[in-house]
């Protein structure tokens, strides 16, 4: 299935049932997934948390094949990137309030682009 973001692809994820899933793609933003998901948790697929990570990394892979997208995560040189955050996050992101958070999020962007870094690298040296 195709997705219009990041968010959306990966809230689809959560569940094995095609039919949450094609409400999902339907959706016309972001932020509606996220909502839509508070009725929903008793649908979320029993391995979620030990793929959620894997997930997340395949759909910023993804995402960030995009070349002008690409361009805008490694313009971040190897700065630090924080998922803040001032709803609770604190497994993906950061707390803004508590400065409290796994930034899972932050690490796997900073992940992806190591390896679009190093994609670069090795196109250039190719050539």
């Known amino acids: 299935m195709e997705f219009h973001t990041t968010e959306h692809g990966f809230m689809a994820s959560k569940t094995l049932v095609l039919e949450i899933r094609q409400e999902i793609q339907a959706m016309p933003g972001p932020m509606q997934t996220k909502v839509y998901w508070h009725d929903k948790r008793d649908q979320v697929r029993e391995d979620w948390d030990e793929i959620r990570l894997t997930v997340m990394l395949d ?23 924080i998922e803040g955050n001032n709803w609770g996050d604190t497994f993906f992101g950061v707390d803004e309030e508590t400065d409290e958070g796994e930034n899972w999020l932050g690490r796997l962007l900073m992940y992806v682009r190591t390896e679009c870094a190093m994609e670069e690298y090795l196109k250039r040296v190719a050539a």
């Open 59 to 81: 759909m910023l892979r993804q995402k960030f094949a995009y070349p002008e997208l690409r361009a805008m995560l490694l313009a971040t040189g190897d700065e630090e990137l």
